[in-house]
């Protein structure tokens, strides 16, 4: 059993569309694969209608939140959402918001860039996302059409860092209400890659216990940007929490150079994680 619980389309920063996606899983042997895109559920349908025979999707999202320290500026975190109901009010109020906040943030990236030269216009990006939901990766494809960085990651490296002066925060939500809404929608909360350092500054293991009072259900530890101590670490918080452990791609299409299928849950953990969701079902034979 190969099961990828972390996947992006082009409704949200992937490359491929839902359809593609699932053909992309199946050529590389998933069995199950859950479609995860930023702020948003829009995949789903076209998913669930591509879904070859055989391949379990799981209908999910990864939702835009930040913890806020006591001492320090919030740190961005990233809450995976499994089965949960996609219309229960509260939760699809704030993922629209996020979706609002994700494009004027856009657009104050571009519009700085394009105030100092570079030539991206917001427009051409809005238009080349395809109605997806917006972020950086698509600010950084248009860097790379317009010669300016060779490749996706150097746009990352460079002007869209988080520590570039180009760089603007979004205002995403407190995690511990997204775990709540999450929950609130009979759906299954996940920490994603809750120790890549790469990614800029991670919360510590205090953070990690308060959203399992509010209510988490699993931590993401086997994760490309997680190094083996990363994954250790967290190995012993969710056995310590009693957390569901699961280990994903967070496949991007050619956006990332990562492959599908790469990191993997293990069938047991998927197992309790389909038992905890009662919002929505898996779509499988
Ligand atoms: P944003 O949500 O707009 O802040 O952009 C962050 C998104 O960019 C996340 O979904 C990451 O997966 C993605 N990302 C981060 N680093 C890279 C990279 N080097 N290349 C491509 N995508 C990246
Ligand atoms: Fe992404
Ligand atoms: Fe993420
Ligand atoms: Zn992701």
Not at 115 to 141: F, K, N, T
Not at 184 to 190: C, D, L, Q, S, W
Not at 219 to 238: F, I, Q
Not at 261 to 268: E, I, L, M, N, R
Request: with cysteine; hydrophobic share 45%.
């Amino acid at each position: 059993m190969l099961i990828d619980l972390h996947t992006h389309s082009s409704v949200s920063d992937g490359t491929e569309t839902p359809a593609e996606l699932m053909l992309t899983a199946r050529a590389a042997g998933l069995d199950v694969v859950a479609l995860t895109d930023h702020d948003t559920t829009d995949g789903w349908a076209a998913a669930q209608d591509a879904r070859p025979a055989g391949l379990t999707v799981v209908p999910g999202m990864e939702l835009s939140c930040r913890w806020f320290p006591d001492d320090q500026p919030p740190i961005s975190v990233h809450l995976l959402a499994y089965l949960f109901d996609p219309d229960s009010p509260a939760l699809s109020a704030e993922r629209a918001r996020l979706r609002e906040e994700r494009l004027s943030r856009g657009e104050r990236i571009v519009e700085a860039l394009a105030a100092d030269g570079y030539p991206v216009l917001w427009a051409e990006i809005v238009e080349a996302s395809a109605g997806g939901v917006v972020g950086r990766p698509h600010v950084a494809r248009a860097l790379v059409r317009a010669g300016v960085v060779e490749s996706v990651d150097a746009a990352f490296a460079t002007l869209l860092h988080h520590r570039s002066p180009y760089y603007v925060t979004k205002a995403d939500t407190d995690v511990r209400q997204g775990i709540a809404l999450v929950r609130a929608a009979g759906g299954v909360p996940v920490f994603a890659h809750g120790l890549a350092t790469k990614r800029g500054r991670v919360v510590g293991d205090d953070a990690v216990a308060a959203m399992a009072e509010a209510g988490l259900l699993g931590l993401e530890v086997d994760h490309p940007d997680h190094s083996d101590e990363e994954r250790r670490h967290l190995r012993g918080l969710a056995a310590d929490l009693g957390l569901i452990v699961t280990g994903s791609s967070d496949y991007h299409g050619s956006n990332k150079t990562t492959p599908i299928g790469v990191c993997a849950t293990d069938p047991a953990q998927f197992e309790a994680l389909v038992a905890a969701g009662t919002g929505a079902a898996p779509f499988r034979d």
